[in-house]
């Protein structure tokens, strides 16, 4: 699996890039090496707050700004794209190992362990993974969410967002729920 072991998020040593784009509902990483839809409600709770990229990682968060008063509520969304032309042998081992090394990367302080583990296909029948962890982000008991998306002879996608778990009632009110963000994370598209 070369091009996925080496990526450990917190210590890319990346080029920080200009203003992303945005169109037609959808934010474009630098160089345009994929897009995701922003258009729905919940989805405009987040702004761009870092982009990272190199030749072969684009390293993106965006933050919770729901407009209304957070009320302590806190969280942030996170896409981390590998480029890479291997094909991966086993997809329950490559993506437990991006998950536990991106959690331990990105929230060293946040001892998050993974508790569920699923499989799941998109509309188009593109297989999955799930992962739900439980930690603590910004010093508050939170939750995380996380999809592996393995786009043969491109590249693989870790989609995630952390949320502290004080904010669980503007997340209602905001209509973002796990299913909201799993609607986000699948129509995460490559380049093509």
């Known amino acids: 699996m070369r091009g996925v072991a080496p990526l450990a998020v917190a210590g890319l040593c990346l080029l920080a890039t200009g203003a992303a784009a945005q169109t037609a ?18 989805d405009r709770a987040f702004t761009i707050e870092k ?22 509520a806190s969280g942030e969304r996170s896409i981390v794209w590998s480029a890479t032309t291997d094909l ?7 993506a437990t190992g991006l998950v536990n090394a991106y959690l331990s990367d990105r929230f060293p302080q946040g001892g ?46 870790l989609i995630g967002e952390v949320h502290t778990l004080n904010g669980e009632g503007l997340r209602a009110t905001l209509g ?7 609607a ?7 380049a093509p």
């Open 25 to 42: 509902g959808r934010y474009t990483a630098p160089g345009g090496v994929f897009s995701i839809a922003m258009a729905a409600p919940p």
């Open 51 to 72: 982009e990272q990229s190199d030749a072969a990682h684009v390293f993106v968060v965006f933050k919770f700004a729901p407009g209304t008063p957070a009320h302590g």
């Open 88 to 94: 991966v042998p086993d997809p329950d081992t490559a």
């Open 112 to 157: 998050f362990s993974v508790d569920v583990r699923l499989s799941a296909r998109t509309a188009s029948g593109r297989l999955y993974r799930i992962f739900q962890a439980h930690g603590r982000y910004r010093d508050l008991p939170s939750a995380w969410q996380g999809f592996v998306l393995f786009f043969p002879g491109k590249g693989i996608a």
């Open 176 to 182: 973002l729920g796990d299913a909201e963000t799993a």
């Open 184 to 190: 986000w994370a699948t129509s995460f598209e490559p």
